[in-house]
């Protein structure tokens, strides 16, 4: 406290001199009484006042992130059997692609080691959005040219830096994101983090449901809060926590609404296709992007994490015209251009065709991970009343919902249970918005991305018994 009120003290004396260097005494006279007033007053109650923080508010609402505590539970225990970490398989990373694509790389020139641009590497970005263009009119079996210039394609080191500038330049403390309830948590923390609020919408297994999406901004409009509404969040496919994907119909819908309630101002749909490229059942469909071709209420972000490599970060967006400028301008004052040299590796595998040879591999291994635990879950909880899951056809993730009376967090005992027993999971409430629907609080996510098949089985097992232990 002393410390905080010598540097005001400092800082007055100084606007105190340079005043009397215009010949303002009288100011100086009356500061500096003042002055001495404050430092008598803190002497005198500098015992009993308590230390004020220093910390932003900012600094006090990034506090709380659930990914830490579950990675510390992790930890404590290395040979746990983790259904918890959205890891990709170590077995999969593409060393020799990547090894190739680097020495292609610095065999042609040493400028991937230089700095680059803010908006990241022409071609790479090129080369993303004709393939996006190119998997939306093969999803959608048209022939529609791409009306997006690449002045609106961004590259940044994986998506979460994306996620969190798209936040921080659309909300001021107190704006609201809309959200299927549960989401993605470290999304949700994002916008905590700048100070917004999140709002849940109810889901079933096509994903977010259009009519409590409008339900609930009618419901916002009526309390003189749809001027707050600055986003809706969605995982369109194979959602990370539910494994769920919108239908075609609903993304469209989700469109419309998102148009017909911008009142005050334009409501953007944050489209999060990290997982679109994991596909093992079923056909594509195309993005929201298809449907809003000159990107007016869409924001797409995507990743190389979950398709080729997370220690690449690399990730890209593509991004309404007005706000390319504020976000250009916000990631000058980061980092002023992502790493240059993960985006020439990145253009490089694109060019030599091994990211589409790479996903071809990822899809037959992650496909019978998949099979794996739902078989497991079907072998081992099926016979639990009131236990269901949803039948992802893509991702790494499967959403579990247990009896009511089953608790799966922290204040529960099955978590404690589980750990013991040598598994970890994500306790489903931490993928709830702070307000909207509410919290259930007996639901668990779980990822299979990172375990064998025989580990899942085994996992899926402890799971189980777990849950058999608790209530006895």
């Not at 009519?211 to 707050?228: F, K, N, P, R, V």
């Not at 911008?262 to 596909?279: F, G, N, P, T, V």
């Amino acid at each position: 406290m002393q410390r905080l009120v010598s540097a005001m003290c400092l800082k007055m004396i100084f606007t105190v001199e340079t005043l009397a260097g215009l010949g303002i005494e009288k100011t100086i006279g009356r500061q500096q009484r003042k002055i001495d007033n404050v430092s008598d007053n803190i002497k005198s109650n500098n015992a009993q006042s308590p230390q004020v923080s220093s910390l932003s508010n900012r600094a006090t609402w990034a506090a709380g992130q659930p990914i830490d505590e579950l990675m510390g539970m992790a930890l404590a225990k290395p040979n746990i059997i983790s259904l918890a970490a959205g890891f990709v398989d170590n077995e999969t990373l593409p060393v020799e692609m990547t090894r190739h694509a680097v020495a292609d790389m610095l065999a042609e020139s040493p400028a991937p080691l230089q700095y680059g641009t803010n908006h990241g590497d022409p071609e790479l970005r090129e080369m993303l959005l004709s393939d996006s263009i190119a998997q939306d009119n093969a999803a959608a079996q048209t022939h529609q040219a791409c009306q997006t210039p690449l002045e609106q394609v961004l590259i940044t080191p994986g998506s979460n830096q994306l996620l969190y500038m798209v936040a921080d330049t659309l909300l001021d403390p107190g704006d609201i994101v809309i959200c299927a309830a549960p989401s993605y948590f470290v999304f949700m923390g994002a916008v905590k983090n700048v100070g917004g609020r999140t709002l849940g919408v109810t889901i079933d297994q096509q994903g977010m449901l259009p009519d409590a999406l409008e339900a609930a901004l009618q419901q916002l409009d009526d309390q003189g809060e749809l001027h707050q509404v600055k986003a809706i969040y969605t995982i369109p496919y194979y959602d990370n926590p539910t494994g769920t994907s919108l239908s075609s119909k609903r993304r469209q819908r989700i469109l419309e609404i998102a148009r017909k309630w911008s009142k005050y101002h334009k409501i953007y749909i944050i489209s999060d296709e990290a997982y679109r490229l994991l596909r093992y059942q079923g056909k594509d469909i195309p993005s929201i992007h298809h449907w809003d071709p000159h990107l007016e209420h869409s924001i797409i972000t995507s990743t190389f994490s979950k398709s080729y490599s997370p220690g690449i970060r690399v990730g890209w967006g593509y991004i309404p015209n007005e706000l390319v400028e504020p976000l250009i301008n916000h990631k000058s004052n980061l980092d002023f251009g992502s790493p240059f040299f993960t985006q020439r590796i990145m253009a490089n595998v694109l060019k030599r065709g091994d990211w589409n040879r790479h996903v071809t591999r990822l899809r037959k291994n992650y496909a019978v991970k998949q099979q794996a635990i739902l078989q497991a879950l079907d072998k081992y909880l099926e016979p639990i009343e009131n236990c269901h899951w949803y039948q992802p056809k893509g991702g790494l993730c499967v959403w579990l919902t247990l009896p009511d009376d089953i608790d799966t967090g922290p204040a529960g005992t099955l978590l404690s249970t589980t750990i013991d027993a040598g598994l970890l999971y994500v306790p489903g409430q931490y993928c709830f918005p702070v307000e909207g629907q509410r919290v259930n609080r007996s639901t668990i996510r779980l990822t299979f991305g990172v375990q064998s098949a025989a580990s899942i089985d085994q996992g899926i097992a402890i799971l189980a018994e777990s849950i058999a232990k608790i209530r006895t």
